[in-house]
């Protein structure tokens, strides 16, 4: 899958999600790992949909790797369904995962 099959556009739908950001300005296919990432932590069932039907598992899993704001069993959840060990979780490794049980012990 390449950056010309993504999508450059978000559904209004999902709008809501990006309340730190203009949504209407954010485009999927020039940061794939930002979009999946805040979809799929942040977002409902729909955005988990949408994610799925717009993004390759490898890409998904690729997020995985690379982005730490996931939170705990978001990550391990997503891991899971998508089959990657959780040791190649990044948010999961170390430092990250014992700098989080500082701030939240849950």
Known sequence: MT??????LLPDSLYQFFWDVDPAKVDPSK???YVI???LDKGN???????????SRELIAETLRTKRDFTLWTALFW???IGIPREEVKCLQEPYYSLRK????Y
């Open 3 to 8: 950056a010309q099959d993504l999508p450059t």
């Open 31 to 33: 940061n794939p790992t």
């Open 37 to 39: 990432n805040r979809l």
């Open 45 to 55: 069932l729909e955005a988990a949909r949408w994610v799925l039907k717009y993004f």
């Open 79 to 81: 891991a899971r369904y």
């Open 102 to 105: 500082t701030f939240w012990p």
